[in-house]
């Protein structure tokens, strides 16, 4: 009984990492600012440093490919919703 609650146990954990890799991929595409926003707030060193250099790059190939105005859009149309008087 023991060895099925743990493959039980063991598949729910892989459930869990695919979905947050899932979810992390997503953000990587679609919210790279704020990457690099998070990248800003990391305390200074010379790694710190290539970490920001390399979320700037990132967020720039975004920005060029256009993922990150999609989430722009996407925002500005949940706030229209929530603007929006009955």
Known sequence: MA????????????????????????????????????????PISPLTEKIVA???TWNGWMEALGTTTISENVQDWVQSLKDYEF
């Not at 609650?5 to 595409?29: K, P």
């Open 3 to 42: 060895k099925a609650h743990s493959d039980h146990t063991m598949l729910r954990v892989r459930s869990a990492l695919v979905a947050l890799l899932f979810a992390t991929l997503l953000l990587a595409l679609f919210q790279s600012n704020g990457l690099v926003s998070w990248s800003y707030d990391l």
């Open 54 to 56: 390399a979320c700037e």
